[in-house]
């Protein structure tokens, strides 16, 4: 594919932002809307009549959880090639900002700034496992920072296309992965304690990632919020009783 394709006669690809196995991620035009969007790709072979058949699956599915954190989903479409394999796509908002995996790179972000990138995150997590989903392969590459605030990227049916060209569409692990990777996350953003953090949330950190008794997506946002907004009392109610101490 090369810049200037149009796709479906009405998305003009501008250039490319992304590899992932077989899956490609461009910035394109959309003509009808006039708008800036990303669409990730991935070509079906004619003899992979199954795959296509989940990833149609797998996308509808995934369209259900909806949250402000999560990208946008505009469109989704397969083109048929003359080949009798197709081209799969799904259309989302473009997003302007970094990887919260980049920003680490220039050092620790406020603690302020941290707590509340963090509660955003479990926040969005929250509301995906209310809907009986998971990330299921959540890092700091897949949290974007935009100048409105946080998205999870690896959700949707763009998550889900992206997938399915490194391995199965369905995502690899549940609601207690994505809370353990939450406290992979909050462990990088505040260094395990580090100076200015609030207090309880080193504690925080290493309960999300204990094996057994990890608080949930939701118990950990509530914690985050309060933490966020100076409230200690209740801060402390999702830490087991010997972190409280």
Do not use: N
Not at 88 to 112: D, K, N, W
Not at 172 to 185: K, S, W, Y
């Amino acid at each position: 594919m090369d810049p200037g394709f149009l796709l479906d006669g009405r998305y003009r690809m501008e250039r490319r932002l992304a590899r992932h196995g077989r899956t490609q991620v461009w910035c394109g035009r959309d003509a009808l809307l006039e708008r800036r969007v990303a669409v990730t790709f991935l070509a079906v072979a004619p003899s992979e009549g199954a795959l296509r058949d989940r990833i149609r699956d797998a996308t509808r599915a995934a369209a259900s959880p909806a949250h402000l954190c999560a990208v946008t989903t505009y469109d989704f479409g397969e083109e048929e090639g003359t080949d009798g394999g197709a081209l799969m796509y799904v259309v989302t908002e473009f997003l302007s900002g970094e990887t919260l995996a980049r920003r680490l790179t220039r050092g620790l972000p406020a603690p302020q700034e941290a707590v509340d990138v963090c509660a955003r995150v479990a926040e969005a997590l929250a509301a995906v496992h209310a809907c009986g989903a998971a990330h299921g392969a959540l890092t700091t590459s897949e949290v974007f920072l935009t100048a409105d605030g946080v998205k999870l990227l690896g959700l949707g049916p763009a998550g889900a296309l992206a997938r399915a060209g490194t391995r199965a569409p369905e995502a690899t692990g549940g609601a207690g992965d994505d809370v353990r990777a939450l406290g992979e996350i909050i462990a990088a953003c505040l260094a395990d304690g580090s100076d200015g953090a609030p207090d309880g949330i080193a504690a925080l950190a290493a309960h999300c990632r204990e094996g057994d008794g990890r608080p949930s997506a939701a118990d950990a946002a509530r914690f985050l919020a309060a933490a966020a907004d100076g409230t200690s009392a209740a801060r402390t109610r999702v830490l087991p009783a010997d972190a409280e101490r």
